[in-house]
């Protein structure tokens, strides 16, 4: 079974109908089951596989979600979250232009929280799982940088180039925690 946490409402956005279960805080159309990310009401061990798209920067406490998705989560079962890229070149530009530091990370006012790919290495590692693979992603229509050849560029600095990141995650066994 494919659990899907935060599906979220959006008609147009194809995610919100992946999975036998969605999850969300609210009901919404496509939501078969509402509660908290931080405690759902499942027993241990159900899931094969969660989804989780542009949740976790929203939550109050990702590493409380994350060991939650771990303990519904089958022995085997893998997790596959996304989360803004928070160094894309777009957004540091941006959070000089207005005078922030680039370190604080928050790419928008809603996000309670950032990370770039090593700090979720970490955050995954404490909930215990392992980063399986990364696949960056680009969530702007091809052509509409247009930077000429600083773009061709860009493509080969990932972490700079992309808007978003995919993690493909594992729960770690015990022993390997030690």
């Not at 940088?145 to 770690?172: E, N, Y």
Request: proline content about 5%; charged content about 25%; hydrophobic content about 40%.
């Amino acid at each position: 079974m494919v659990l899907n946490i935060g599906c979220g409402g959006r008609p147009e956005d194809r995610a919100t109908t992946i999975g036998d279960v969605r999850l969300d805080s609210e009901k919404l159309p496509s939501v078969t089951i509402v509660a908290d990310a931080h405690n759902m009401p499942f027993r241990g061990n159900v899931f094969g596989t969660i989804v989780c798209f542009e949740v976790l920067e929203h939550l109050d406490s990702p590493i409380k979600a994350l060991r939650e998705f771990r303990r519904v989560l089958k022995e085997e079962g893998r997790v596959v979250i996304t989360v803004p890229n928070v160094w894309y070149w777009r957004r540091i530009f941006r959070t000089l232009l207005k005078g922030h530091g680039v370190l604080e990370k928050t790419p928008h006012a809603n996000h309670k929280q950032a990370w770039d790919i090593y700090d979720f290495h970490r955050l995954a590692y404490q909930a215990e799982f392992r980063v399986i693979k990364v696949k960056w992603l680009d969530w702007y229509p091809k052509g509409k940088l247009k930077l000429g050849s600083l773009d061709r560029i860009l493509w080969f600095i990932p972490q700079v180039c992309f808007t978003h990141a995919m993690f493909k995650l594992r729960a770690i066994n015990k022993p390997e925690l030690e």
